[in-house]
């Protein structure tokens, strides 16, 4: 652990011990102007952030230790916490220094946003819990420093940084001054291929023995920029620009079986699948590979919200329709004409067969539905209805489900429906008992849905040519479903076979 969290967590021991009283006056002898200030820490902690009750106390008592042993730092110390405005910045809750060291604000950051693109190390550091060591950043007033960030944890979660910052009056660049002298063919070769590497579309990043970046393409310099990297980032430590918590400790001294894998971490707004591969006694020990996939998770994320989008619109569509329905029913008992009333009731019925299909596509991702779930609602509607009709069985069966489009889903619904309904209404006077036998076939890229009942039978064919429902099953089968229509009827029963092509 660095020297700076032992004096943390000396200080935080020790803190418990110290009375208020005597604290507050030794703030008040080594301040400029008082920073430690509990009631508006946890005011802007409720008011800008998610942080729990018991997160908000460990804030607290992390910004009181560092009041206490602020006067030992030489350099600016701030705690910052997630923002919940946005994943791209942080807000400032503590800022200390001692009198010894005057501070590089004029004026106190205490509030204020810390943005990704200017302080990357403080939401690296928040997201991946890691370590930030010596990285460039640009403070509120604009002026560069090098920052140090370490991670404030409660029950495993990050929950704030502890930041110092010291200023540079010099090229940041020149302490990452590669030594390509000592490896003079291997800086050649990788040279040779440098403008081929510059036009893939993954990042590459090579570090040497001691962890720090010597060659990276053009596709590096772009992704670590949008992650608010400002300078260049060669020469830099691994452990600074570690996109998935590890360290290069930890990646070279793993097995080869660890890495073999494509890891993916998520950055503020950005996806990367992230691999590294290791070098057995090389100069150059480890190579990471940055794939950047924001685009296909975004195109991901906007097809769940319009399909939620589009289920939420077939669920409003079931329930209008359903609403329909009710207000034929009502209307049919209102009415005292019972052709009136068998026209509602068909009516009714095909309206809910409308609505079986809307409603199992509201449950759904996707366009495609099970026949099989669309015709046992259609089923169970018209049992509803026909209620009354209990000496009559209706099953459906199949020698194979298969999922079918929602247009041709709910023309088959239709067509069922009024085969269905048919039956009831005329196959079965003065029949003690009677069955409906609904069943679903396929061939290969052929589908069929057959209809058969025991009843009656048509004694006339102009019954076939000239109902309604009939009418509209012949229709729908030539014009939607481009099938054909097969019509068998005896004395002891009917039978209509439709077929059609998946």
């Known amino acids: 652990m660095a020297p700076f969290c032992f004096l943390f967590d000396a200080i935080t021991r ?27 820490i946890r005011k802007i902690c409720k008011e800008a952030s998610y942080l729990t009750e018991e997160e908000i106390e460990k804030i607290i008592e992390t910004c009181q230790a560092m009041d206490v042993c602020a006067e030992s730092f030489d350099y600016d110390v701030f705690i910052d916490i997630p923002s919940k405005c946005s994943g791209e910045e942080a807000i400032v809750v503590y800022h200390g220094n001692s009198e010894a060291h005057t501070s590089l604000y ?5 509030g204020k946003k810390a943005l990704r693109v200017n302080e990357p190390g403080v939401l ?4 991946t819990g890691v370590h930030t060591k010596n990285i460039k950043a640009r403070t509120q007033e604009n002026r560069y420093v090098i920052q140090n960030v370490y991670p404030i944890r409660l029950n495993q979660k990050v ?30 070769t990788l040279n040779s291929i440098y403008s081929i590497n510059n036009h893939l579309v993954d990042a590459i990043l090579i570090f040497d023995n001691n962890g720090n970046l010597q060659f990276k393409n053009l596709r590096a310099d772009t992704i670590y920029r949008s992650l608010g990297y400002m300078e260049d980032i060669e020469g830099v430590h691994y452990d600074n620009l570690s996109l998935d918590g590890t360290t290069f400790n930890e990646v070279i001294n793993r097995s080869e079986s660890q890495y073999k894998d494509n890891r993916e971490v998520k950055i503020g707004d950005y996806f990367f699948l992230v691999k590294q591969v290791v070098v057995p006694e090389d100069d150059f020990r480890v190579a990471m590979i940055l794939h950047d996939i924001t685009q296909l998770r975004n195109r991901e994320t906007e097809i769940v919200l319009k399909t939620v989008a589009i289920g939420e619109i077939h669920h409003r569509i079931k329930n209008n329709l359903q609403t329909i329905a009710s207000l034929l029913r ?41 026949l099989w779930d669309v015709l046992q609602n259609v089923a169970g509607n018209i049992r509803r209805c026909y209620s009354d009709n209990d000496h009559i069985k209706l099953e459906i069966c199949a020698n194979e489900d298969f999922n079918i489009d929602s247009d041709r889903a709910t023309v088959l619904a239709l067509i069922v429906n009024e085969l269905v309904q048919n039956c009831y209404d005329h196959a079965f006077h003065n029949f003690e008992e009677g069955k409906i036998r609904v069943e679903i076939q396929r061939q ?5 849905v057959t209809v058969t009942d025991n009843g009656s039978g048509f004694t006339n064919n102009q019954s ?27 004395e002891n029963g009917t039978t209509i076979s439709i077929y059609f092509d998946l």
């Open 106 to 110: 004029n004026e106190s950051p205490i």
């Open 124 to 127: 690296r550091t928040m997201e």
């Open 464 to 490: 076939f040519d000239h109902s309604l429902g009939l009418t509209i099953v012949k229709t729908y089968v030539k014009d939607k479903l481009k099938g054909t229509i097969d019509f068998t009827t005896e």
């Open 14 to 40: 020790k803190n418990h011990h110290e009375s208020e009283m005597f604290r507050l006056v030794r703030l008040q002898e080594r301040r400029h102007f008082y920073m430690y200030d509990p009631s508006l």
């Open 330 to 370: 009502m209307q049919s008992r209102r009415s005292s004409n019972n052709e009136s009333k068998t026209l509602l009731k068909d009516s009714v019925n095909r309206i809910l067969s409308i609505a079986a299909t809307h409603e199992l596509l509201s449950q759904q991702l996707n366009d495609d539905i099970s």
């Open 444 to 448: 290969g890229k052929r589908a069929g």
């Open 159 to 188: 929950i704030g940084t502890i930041i110092n910052e010291h200023d540079t009056d010099y090229d940041i660049r020149a302490n990452f001054n590669v030594q390509r002298n000592s490896l003079p063919m291997l800086t050649s």
